[in-house]
Nanobody
Framework: QALLSESGGGLVQAGGSLRLSCAVS????????RAWFRQAPGKEREFVAA???????NYADSVKGRFTISRDNAKNTMALQMNSLKPEDTARYYC?????????????????WGQGTQVTVSS
């Protein structure tokens, strides 16, 4: 059984910071690629950032320079540091994992998913 569990969401004012964490276990712990996606009400799930086993990263243009993805392979965790948050960052954030490499940008390319954590940025 694969399990991904997010934490760290919440309510923050514009310009503030949040750090999301994701604990990975089961089959998902052996995956090569980890990623964060987000989904706002009425919108499709969109790519935020991805990281390979070796630490190579990809970011959506909308978050470059503000968000940082990281992973700890020994602890089977990953994180998303979000700085300079904007109201348009408001969404439910999901961590995802998959064996394919290099990291993909589409939700359908990820096999394992967490339940998500809500991030709300007030103006």
């Amino acid at each position: 059984q694969a399990l991904l569990s997010e934490s760290g969401g919440g309510l923050v004012q514009a310009g503030g910071s949040l750090r999301l964490s994701c604990a990975v276990s089961g089959r998902a712990s052996r995956t090569y690629t980890r990623a964060w996606f987000r989904q706002a009400p009425g919108k499709e799930r969109e790519f935020v950032a991805a990281i390979s086993w070796s630490g190579t990263t990809n970011y959506a243009d909308s978050v470059k320079g503000r968000f940082t993805i990281s992973r700890d392979n020994a602890k089977n965790t990953m994180a998303l540091q979000m700085n300079s948050l904007k109201p348009e960052d408001t969404a439910r954030y999901y961590c995802a994992a998959d064996d394919r490499t290099p990291p993909r940008l589409r939700p359908r390319d990820y096999e394992f998913w967490g339940q998500g954590t809500q991030v709300t940025v007030s103006s």
